[in-house]
């Protein structure tokens, strides 16, 4: 009977000892919350980027001072601080893309600023609107050959940065002599020539600031102005993309064809690539043939190292 009480007494020490050893292991884990306090479970704050004090435009200067110009820019702001990754995306795209479209630019004597509406139309991508409208300068199909774009099942040129540049350059020059503004030239690149004239003349007002316009342009400006400035004051704003990450312009060969080819990907095989590389080099190149065109000489682009597998398509 002894032995019984003894054994039941051991059995609730033992029991007792457990209970004392989580009860410990428990407080001991609370321990770290009960330090971070309230920190710990504070959700994250987001806050508006700061505003620039005063802006130009391709010279012209920006009215940052006006109370509605100073909200529009902000709106879009901060509509696009909120998508890092787009504009990192952005950042590495321009490494490669922005010296060729400044030079451009800069030989059809528009200013460099322009190379902000291209990446307000295209975040400097071969994209597709809703609209049909195609690649970096989104020229309309029915619009493109009227600023010498050949568009056709064979070849569209739309999807070619450089001659694409070119015409776009061709329809800013046009609207700036028509408006006498770099500002609303680009604002008729997005309503057009006879939209800006139209609403110019009932409102009796030029300045694209002083304007109503659609919805879009009212916008448009100010989301071109809102890449020039995250563009150009990056690392300010915490967009930091780190040395040597940005997208490189890869060295190319140039080939000049005047006869056509039968058979594009038996031709990029003998060139040392495959036809995806010929693709990705040339995006203007829709079909599997590039049938002769009278008077037309078509430059080829290919990697200048044959090996090449990526591309910097121009």
């Not at 110009?69 to 990192?88: A, F, G, K, S, T």
């Not at 609207?175 to 939209?195: E, I, L, Q, R």
Request: net charge positive.
């Amino acid at each position: 009977m002894k032995q019984s009480i003894v054994l039941v007494l051991f059995v609730c020490l033992v029991a007792i000892a457990c209970l004392l050893a989580a009860f410990k292991e428990q407080k001991q884990q609370e321990q770290p919350l009960a330090a971070a306090g309230p920190a710990a479970t504070t959700k994250p704050v987001f806050q508006p980027p700061p505003l620039p004090d005063s802006m130009k435009f391709a010279g012209e200067s920006v009215p940052l001072y006006r109370r509605d110009i100073r909200e529009q820019l902000d709106r879009e702001v901060l509509y696009n601080y909120y998508q890092p990754n787009n504009i990192l995306y952005i950042i590495k795209l321009t490494n490669r893309y922005f010296p060729l479209i400044e030079q451009r630019l800069k030989a059809n004597g528009v200013p460099a600023d322009m190379k902000y509406l291209c990446v307000a139309e295209s975040n400097l991508q071969q994209l597709i609107s809703k609209a049909g409208a195609v690649g970096f300068w989104q020229f309309m199909s029915d619009t493109a050959p009227g600023y010498g774009l050949e568009v056709n099942a064979y070849v569209d040129e739309r999807y070619h940065v450089e001659r694409s540049t070119d015409a776009a350059c061709a329809y800013l020059k046009r609207a700036y002599d028509m408006f006498g503004s770099w500002t609303a030239a680009a604002a008729s690149y997005n309503c057009g020539m006879a939209g800006y004239h139209n609403q110019a003349q009932f409102q009796r007002k030029m300045n694209y600031y002083d304007l109503n316009l659609p919805e879009e342009t009212n916008r448009y400006i100010f989301r071109i102005l809102t890449f020039k400035y995250f563009l150009s004051q990056a690392a300010a704003l915490g967009f930091v993309v780190p040395e040597g990450e940005g997208y490189p312009v890869l060295p190319i060969r140039r080939m000049e064809i005047q006869d056509g080819i039968s058979n594009l990907a038996d031709f990029a095989l003998q060139q040392g690539i495959t036809y995806k590389t010929l693709r990705q080099y040339n995006p203007w190149i829709r079909g599997r043939s590039l049938p002769a065109r009278k008077g037309k000489t078509y430059v080829i682009h290919l990697p200048a190292d044959a090996d090449a597998t990526t591309a910097a398509p121009r």
